[in-house]
């Protein structure tokens, strides 16, 4: 699930590049299914990585995300779709996406394929599912919600 998620982010990317494509479409539906993961990771499937981890790889993967969540904030409030600004923070969304996909499939996903059972896969696989389903169903990639996401992760 987490593979056909960042197939899928990927997918919406290379939409929002398109300019026949209906880009603004696209970048919404990219924004909620970020969240959307990345918090059903976080809920699911982290806190059972940490077991088997020394807790800094799981820590580097979230931090990760953190700022993907900020260079999302920033491509969402850029007003004009095509301008120079949104090709600019779209380029940035796409690096950090690629570059967080990366580590996350090459060290966590590897080491859950290592050390959990199928079994202990599905179940952590079935839980990430609900909590996905459910914030998708609450729209969670909403600007004010990915708004409100920036401010609680900003230092105080």
Known sequence: MILRDHRTMEDL?????????DRETALHDFAHLMIAHGEAE???VHPVL?????GDTVEHIE??????????FALLQVQE????????????????????TDEEE?????????TLSRRCREELG?????TEADLLTARCGSVASVHRMVRAAAPA
Not at 13 to 21: F, H, K, Q, V, Y
Not at 50 to 54: A, K, M, N, R, Y
Not at 87 to 96: C, N, P, T
């Open 13 to 21: 990317l290379r939409l929002m590049r398109n300019t026949e494509a």
């Open 42 to 44: 976080r809920a699911s």
């Open 50 to 54: 940490v077991s088997f981890d020394d």
């Open 63 to 72: 931090t990760a995300h953190q700022e993907a969540v900020k260079v999302l």
């Open 81 to 100: 779709i095509g301008s120079a600004e949104w090709d600019w923070r779209l380029q940035q969304l796409a690096s950090v996406t690629a570059r967080h």
């Open 106 to 114: 090459r060290i966590l996903v590897n080491r859950a394929r290592e």
């Open 126 to 130: 079935a839980g990430f599912a609900r």
